[in-house]
């Protein structure tokens, strides 16, 4: 069965530094999103892209966070420099249309932890 | 999209049926009533949808009240493996964006 894969799994960095995710969708899927979910809480999505356009980045910050998905299939979330508040995991999916509604097929996700 | 209440947390036996309920009093007539689970250190999985009328598939049961305002998820026969969070979601299908809005969901544990 296909999988959303993300790498890596864990991730240990120090404040003020760069970290980067990365993020391969389901074959085909032209949808893909990037979600934050910090310990306890529901995940809230940071972006959405369709194809290599960005769609939703309202939640995004955009002072020290960037996404991209040059040729419309994967895609790297970056976070330069990374805070302690950063720490959270980091939720990419995929969905494509399918008849009346877009199942969302999650990732394993990445851990960051912001020493 | 319109919000959900959920109760935080609930315990199941294992082999019985857990009822998971979900408030959705502003919910509009073009949005579709979503459930998904997360695992522990695991991603949300999708489980059921629907709109209207009740709705099964081989994971659950999805009962819609009448008047749409209140759902029931129905896990027919708990197992271990079931204890995860549940979340409840409202949206509207094929709006721009389909981004799912996750609340804080119900944390389902099933035990022995």
């Known amino acids: 069965e296909a999988e959303v894969a993300q790498s890596p799994r864990y991730k240990i960095t120090e404040k003020s530094q760069a970290v980067a995710f990365w993020c391969d969708p389901i074959s085909g899927h032209a949808t893909l999103y990037w979600y934050r979910q910090i310990l306890g809480q529901g995940p809230e999505l940071l972006v959405q892209f369709q194809d290599e356009s960005v769609v939703d980045d309202s939640q995004l910050p955009k002072d020290r966070f960037s996404a991209e998905r040059l040729k419309g299939v994967d895609s790297t979330l970056k976070i330069q420099p990374a805070e302690l508040g950063d720490s959270a995991m980091y939720l990419c999916?995929?969905?494509?249309?399918?008849?009346?509604?877009?199942?969302?097929?999650f990732g394993p996700g990445t851990r960051l932890t912001v020493l | 999209d319109a919000k959900t209440t959920q109760p935080p947390s609930m315990d199941c036996a294992e082999g019985r049926a857990a009822n998971l309920p979900c408030n959705h009093s502003t919910i509009s007539g073009n949005e579709y009533v979503y459930w998904y689970r997360q695992i522990h250190s695991q991603g949300p999985q999708y489980i059921i949808h629907?709109?209207?009328n009740n709705e099964t598939n081989e994971m659950a049961s999805l009962i819609i009240t009448e008047d749409r305002k209140s759902s029931t998820l129905i896990l027919p026969h708990a197992t271990l493996r079931d204890t995860a969070v549940y979340y409840c979601?409202?949206?509207?299908?094929?709006?721009?964006?389909?981004?799912?809005?996750f609340g804080g969901g119900t944390r389902v544990l099933v035990k022995p």
């Open positions: 629907g709109l209207k």
């Open positions: 979601i409202v949206r509207v299908v094929g709006s721009a964006g389909n981004k799912l809005t």
């Open positions: 999916a995929s969905s494509a249309p399918s008849g009346d509604y877009n199942e969302q097929f």
